[in-house]
């Protein structure tokens, strides 16, 4: 049984910075992709990045490319999500979820187990 759990939301001021973790748990992650996505109130979830456990190749949606990023520390089995220069638009519920598969996707429908969210707010 996967079981990922995400900590480090708050509120912080546009131009701030928060660090999102997930730690994962149940199995080894080799082979896995690891993602983070959003979903802000009245919007669909969407993708925010991914990470291969292996090789820890990385992949970003356009709005957060050259904001954000994110890594992962095999020892922890945790996953980041380093948020710089924070804006309003980015304020969401952030999910971390895993797939069985080195092939990254971008959508919610591509990966298998989700975190309970963690609330990121980004006052103007």
């Known amino acids: 049984q996967v079981n990922l759990v995400e900590s480090g939301g708050g509120l912080v001021q546009a131009g701030g910075s928060l660090r999102l973790s997930c730690a994962a748990s149940g199995r080894t992650f080799s082979g896995w992709t690891m993602g983070w996505f959003r979903q802000a109130p009245g919007k669909e979830r969407e993708f925010v990045a991914a990470i291969r456990w292996s090789g820890g190749s990385t992949y970003y949606a356009d709005s957060v490319k050259g904001r954000f990023t994110i890594s992962r520390d095999n020892a922890k089995n945790t996953v980041y999500l380093q948020m710089n220069s924070l804006k309003p638009e980015d304020t969401a519920v952030y999910y971390c979820?895993?797939?069985?598969?080195?092939?990254?996707?971008?959508?919610?429908?591509?990966?298998?187990?989700w975190g309970q969210g963690t609330q990121v707010s980004v006052s103007a």
């Open positions: 979820a895993a797939k069985s598969s080195i092939v990254t996707g971008q959508s919610p429908l591509d990966y298998d187990y």
